[in-house]
């Protein structure tokens, strides 16, 4: 029997992170109807989710310490190929591609936008019947492969990808915290920081002092793709004529 020789490679992730801050009176934390507390927190987590989401599906580059490259960058984008669904076909086809040639097709998951996906569901042969009956605005599967769907793709991007082909790190969940005492610099752009210290900019609150409640939202994560071919995608993916 040979005896088969495993091969590892060394990864590094720095933990980045993604944080929302929002300040409100404490007369609206304790008069508002419904709670102001969870209104603002669930707004700061979505806000946080969307710059996640945004970031991970983009073609951005990596900026060293700030935020990881995309999962789109230097991946060259399959043009739709036209607007039916046999034009569809082809293009998953396309996009199957270099999964195939990799001995690597398997597991594999479509991402979309909702409004592509309602688009795909509507979609009918000459005789009437569905085209794609699977398929829904919460996902579903297209052509035996499971789709995700998500408002912050890009509404003209169908992306096919593998996931355990990406590396993660940070999937704690999100921390939320809250201050009467902090002294906060209202500014959408701060210039205080603790590693390289500067002088505040003239908008420094302190919660105390003005009755009011800092709430703070942060998420520790990056990623990175594992193989090149990992992630592919459709651009300019309008099949059936979607509208956003």
Avoid: C
């Avoid at 946080?48 to 989401?53: H, N």
């Avoid at 034009?87 to 040639?101: C, H, N, Q, V």
């Avoid at 939202?217 to 004529?241: D, E, I, P, W």
């Amino acid at each position: 029997i040979p005896v088969s020789k495993a091969d590892f490679s060394s990864v590094n992730l720095t933990p980045l992170k993604v944080a929302a801050l929002a300040v409100v009176s404490n007369e609206l934390l304790r008069d508002s109807t419904p709670a102001a507390e969870g209104l603002v927190r669930d707004a700061l987590v979505e806000a946080a989710a969307q710059r996640i989401d945004t970031t991970f599906l983009s073609a951005d580059a990596a900026v060293a310490g700030v935020s990881p490259a995309g999962l789109l960058n230097g991946v060259s984008a399959v043009s739709a190929s036209g607007s039916l669904a046999e034009a569809l076909r082809e293009d998953i086809k396309s996009l199957y591609g270099p999964f195939i040639t990799a001995m690597n097709a398997t597991g594999l998951y479509l991402v979309m936008n909702p409004a592509l996906a309602k688009s795909l569901q509507l979609m009918t042969n000459a005789l009437g019947q569905t085209e794609f009956p699977q398929i829904n605005t919460s996902g579903g599967t297209l052509l035996g492969d499971p789709v995700v769907t998500g408002d912050n793709v890009n509404a003209e991007h169908m992306i096919l990808l593998k996931p355990s082909d990406i590396w993660k790190i940070g999937d704690g969940g999100v921390e939320i915290s809250m201050s009467r005492d902090a002294t906060i610099e209202q500014d959408t752009a701060p210039a205080g920081a603790s590693d390289t210290p500067v002088a505040l900019a003239n908008n420094a609150v302190n919660m105390f002092q003005t009755e009011s409640t800092a709430i703070k939202v942060v998420r520790s994560m990056n990623f990175a793709k594992r193989r090149t071919h990992a992630v592919q995608y459709v651009s300019g993916a309008l099949y059936g004529g979607s509208a956003t």
